[in-house]
């Protein structure tokens, strides 16, 4: 039986493994973080946000409390704490016609982590493309 797009995305994030991930992002895909307008847009940049917040998120805390998944879509709700606040929230997961993730949205609650959470991700992002520059 052929492994599912969700239960890929899941086995990922529960093993901090962001390789993973490469196999099932569309080229195209976008990424909505809380609190920011605008998208993260292609395979690369998502991966880059992704890099980040795997060091933010998925600490010895996170785990997943619920999944409503079909063949288009997935909502993944979690928990965890983080900088010694529980947080909650929701990966609201599309997929394209090539069972590749499209688009990906993610909810967070309460209102003070996000700003928390948002900042430093962005410290983090930043810092890799620095980084990513420096090696070109």
């Known amino acids: 039986m052929e492994q599912s797009?969700?239960?890929?995305?899941?086995?990922?994030?529960?093993r901090k493994d962001i390789s993973m991930l490469e196999?099932?992002?569309a080229e195209d895909v976008e990424m909505y973080?809380?609190?920011?307008?605008?998208?993260?847009?292609?395979?690369?940049?998502?991966?880059?946000?992704l890099s980040g917040a795997f060091k933010i998120f998925f600490n010895q805390s996170f785990r997943y409390?619920?999944?409503l998944d079909d063949s288009n879509?997935?909502?993944?709700?979690?928990?965890l704490v983080t900088f010694g606040e529980n947080?909650?929230?929701?990966?609201?997961?599309?997929?394209?016609?090539?069972?590749?993730?499209?688009?990906?949205?993610l909810l967070l609650r309460p209102l003070?982590?996000?700003s928390k959470v948002h900042q430093s991700v962005a410290a983090k992002h930043k810092a890799q493309m620095k980084s990513a520059?420096?090696?070109k």
């Open 5 to 14: 797009s969700t239960t890929h995305w899941r086995q990922a994030i529960e």
């Open 73 to 79: 879509h997935a909502v993944l709700e979690f928990c």
């Open 87 to 105: 947080i909650e929230g929701a990966e609201i997961i599309r997929w394209n016609q090539n069972h590749k993730i499209k688009q990906i949205k």
């Open 33 to 49: 973080p809380p609190n920011i307008n605008e998208a993260y847009r292609g395979k690369e940049a998502v991966l880059t946000y």
């Open 112 to 114: 003070n982590s996000v």
């Open 23 to 25: 196999d099932i992002l």
């Open 65 to 67: 409390t619920s999944v």
């Open 133 to 135: 520059k420096a090696g």
